[in-house]
């Protein structure tokens, strides 16, 4: 069965990122690390035993990389949008049936991409553009070894629901059903593409995290 790993909070920059998630949730995420090649970097909010919260930015330590950065951050729109503020872009999942899943799913999968950061390395396979139903398909992930939840400080923030709205509601849960998280995402019909995570704070209040 797969299920939730992470969720994906974009910004501009990452200090951009760590003060949304401090007044929002009042806690401040740690330092993650450089994704070298993809022109990324993150930190990272421990939501307990296996589950947390990026922050990703681009890293102006990097040169531009050779394919667009990951979860659309290259797109104008998303980088107009994060510069007003830090917004909810994705999720992922991880399967522990990966490479059964991934050859089943075929293109739909999306092309697998092996990653590292530090002593840490994993495999993603993001769906293809037009397939991804505006982020409410997650990219797939495998760990090799430890994941990066399981080394993080625990926030005492909980992800309680993670919903999707879209106007291809049926599309989006046929995308979801096929890689076995149809019961992990709340999907309902809606005119504009949303995805939304419902947090609890430390002091037990409720937050939400949306995509628009």
């Known amino acids: 069965m797969a299920e939730i790993d992470h969720i994906v909070l974009g910004a501009s920059s990452l200090e951009a990122g760590a003060a949304f998630l401090e007044h929002h949730l009042g806690v401040r995420p740690q330092q993650g690390g450089v994704h070298e090649g993809f022109g990324?970097?993150?930190?990272?909010?421990?939501?307990?035993?296996?589950?947390?919260?990026?922050?990703?930015?681009?890293?102006?330590?990097?040169?531009?990389?050779?394919?667009?950065?990951?979860?659309?951050?290259?797109?104008p729109g998303v980088r107009t949008m994060l510069e007003a503020e830090p917004r909810l872009l994705a999720w992922v999942a991880r399967s522990p049936v990966f490479d059964?899943?991934?050859?089943?799913?075929g293109p739909r999968a999306g092309e697998v991409t092996e990653m590292r950061r530090g002593d840490l390395h994993?495999?993603?396979?993001?769906p293809p553009q037009r397939q991804d139903m505006d982020n409410?398909?997650?990219?797939?992930?495998?760990?090799?070894?430890?994941?990066?939840?399981?080394?993080l400080k625990d926030s005492h923030c909980r992800l309680r629901?993670?919903?999707?709205?879209?106007?291809?509601?049926?599309?989006?849960?046929?995308?979801?059903?096929?890689?076995?998280?149809?019961?992990?995402?709340?999907?309902?019909?809606?005119?504009?593409?949303?995805?939304?995570?419902?947090?609890?704070?430390?002091?037990?209040?409720?937050?939400?995290?949306?995509?628009?």
């Not at 993150?42 to 050779?66: K, R, S």
């Not at 994993?122 to 993001?126: D, H, I, S, T």
């Not at 019961?183 to 002091?203: F, I, M, N, Q, T």
Request: contains cysteine; glycine residues 8%; negative net charge.
């Open 40 to 75: 990324t970097h993150n930190m990272l909010l421990g939501l307990g035993p296996a589950c947390y919260l990026e922050v990703i930015a681009p890293d102006p330590g990097q040169p531009a990389p050779a394919h667009p950065r990951p979860f659309d951050l290259d797109d």
């Open 100 to 105: 059964a899943l991934v050859a089943r799913l």
């Open 122 to 126: 994993w495999r993603m396979a993001f």
């Open 136 to 151: 409410l398909v997650p990219a797939l992930i495998q760990w090799n070894g430890s994941g990066a939840s399981s080394r």
């Open 161 to 212: 629901l993670l919903e999707g709205e879209h106007p291809e509601d049926q599309a989006v849960r046929a995308a979801l059903a096929e890689r076995g998280l149809e019961e992990v995402l709340k999907v309902r019909r809606s005119p504009h593409p949303r995805l939304l995570a419902h947090l609890v704070r430390p002091d037990g209040a409720e937050v939400t995290l949306g995509s628009g």
